[in-house]
């Protein structure tokens, strides 16, 4: 699969979206590279465990990735800044149910685009820069029948932790790909016509 022909699937596949725990939190001190490593290395151990293989351990092993996945992202930063100046106009219930439902859905293309592969393949770390508050981690999945998939982490600091707000799949924004679709949504119909497709999708998860 050509670079230009994944970075088109993976447009594609956040468009189409539209149209307990296991693991322990990572030690406060964790640096941006760590922070994604033991994510990815929890999501590997929870994939790879004999108990959870097959259609039977299907239920457990999503909720644990899922679990992880919270853990380690802003959902609530990445919300608000999906809607720019819409969430400014929404009530603390409506700030509070949309971050749900980005979480969701964010949560749903990541593991499809990414974190399925790490099935079979193995992530290395190519490189890490930090900028005050803010940090990109570069990593790469090799192994398999195709060539590496570029994967890149966006991070900011809050109150002493790291967290991931954005991917970038082979050069592609998730983050920014959502916001150009929200706010087209907004733009054409309507915030809550937007909040009704979101809705639509989670429910038909199950």
Do not use: C
């Amino acid at each position: 699969m050509t670079r230009n022909l994944r970075a088109a699937l993976i447009l594609v596949a956040t468009l189409a979206i539209l149209g307990h725990p296991l693991f322990l939190a990572p030690a406060r001190a964790a640096g941006p590279q760590d922070r994604v490593q033991q994510t990815l290395t929890a999501v590997s151990a929870v994939l790879h465990d004999p108990k959870l293989q097959g259609a039977d351990g299907q239920p457990e092993r999503r909720e644990r990735v899922r679990t992880i996945i919270y853990d380690t992202f802003f959902f609530d930063d990445m919300a608000r800044e999906s809607l720019g100046p819409q969430w400014e106009r929404l009530s603390p219930p409506q700030q509070a149910e949309f971050v749900q439902l980005f979480g969701n859905l964010f949560e749903g293309s990541y593991n499809r685009l990414v974190l399925r592969f790490l099935g079979d393949r193995h992530a290395t770390f190519e490189a890490e820069s930090v900028d005050g508050d803010h940090a990109v981690v570069r990593t790469k999945l090799t192994g398999g029948r195709e060539e590496g998939l570029s994967v890149e982490y966006q991070l900011a600091s809050k109150r002493g932790r790291w967290g991931v707000v954005d991917v970038r799949i082979d050069g592609v924004s998730l983050a920014m790909n959502y916001r150009s679709q929200f706010n087209k949504i907004i733009r054409t119909s309507s915030y809550d016509t937007l909040v009704q497709r979101m809705r639509k999708m989670e429910g038909g998860k199950g």
